[in-house]
């Protein structure tokens, strides 16, 4: 099964324990940013980061 490539904001791929996605904090979800495709999120409007604390 191939995973799809990670976008620059992501700090996990999709799946991985102690991760969730979450809105891009770069484009706030739009999936644009300045008008052209959110490089950050690869204009998905979503981000896969660690969650949970210690």
Avoid: R
Wanted: aromatic share 0%.
């Amino acid at each position: 099964m191939a995973q799809e490539p990670l976008n620059p904001g992501d700090e996990a791929e999709p799946g991985t324990p102690g991760s969730g996605e979450d809105v891009c904090p770069v484009c706030d979800g739009s999936g644009t940013n300045d008008g052209a495709k959110c490089e950050a999120c690869g204009g998905t409007g979503k981000v896969v980061q660690g969650i949970g604390g210690g």
